[in-house]
């Protein structure tokens, strides 16, 4: 019942900073656990950040702590992942997903994946 768009993504300079938004078209957003992903060609799909619903408790993949912030915008229906300090293997398609099952950090425990969004990072 839920559809998510994402988009802020670009082509930016390593160092460089992005802040990209996944917009929800559902009212019941707020009540569910939100994620970022990321894929890159030839790669499996790779956690990056998740949010829980309450916004009380994040988690991020050991190759992003310290440099993405994941955060959400319950009254504007919306998750931000602001990434800074990037590096070239951070290149990816950013995914956004609803959390559905136990598992914070696997792709399988999430649905309703967006299309995308493609952040290009140049050295």
């Known amino acids: 019942q839920v559809q998510l768009v994402e988009s802020g993504g670009g082509l930016v300079q390593a160092g460089g900073s992005l802040r990209l938004s996944c917009a929800a078209s559902a009212r019941t957003f707020n009540i569910y656990a939100m994620g970022w992903f990321r894929q890159a060609p030839g790669k499996e799909r790779e956690f990056v950040a998740a949010i829980s619903g309450g916004n009380i408790n994040t988690y991020y993949a050991d190759s992003v702590k310290g440099r993405f912030t994941i955060s959400r915008d319950n009254a504007k229906n919306a998750v931000y992942l602001q990434m800074n300090s990037l590096k070239p293997e951070d290149t990816a398609v950013y995914y956004c997903?609803?959390?559905?099952?136990?598992?914070?950090?696997?792709?399988?425990?999430?649905?309703?994946w967006g299309q995308g969004t493609q952040v290009t990072v140049s050295s």
């Open positions: 997903a609803r959390k559905v099952a136990s598992s914070w950090d696997s792709p399988t425990s999430f649905d309703s």
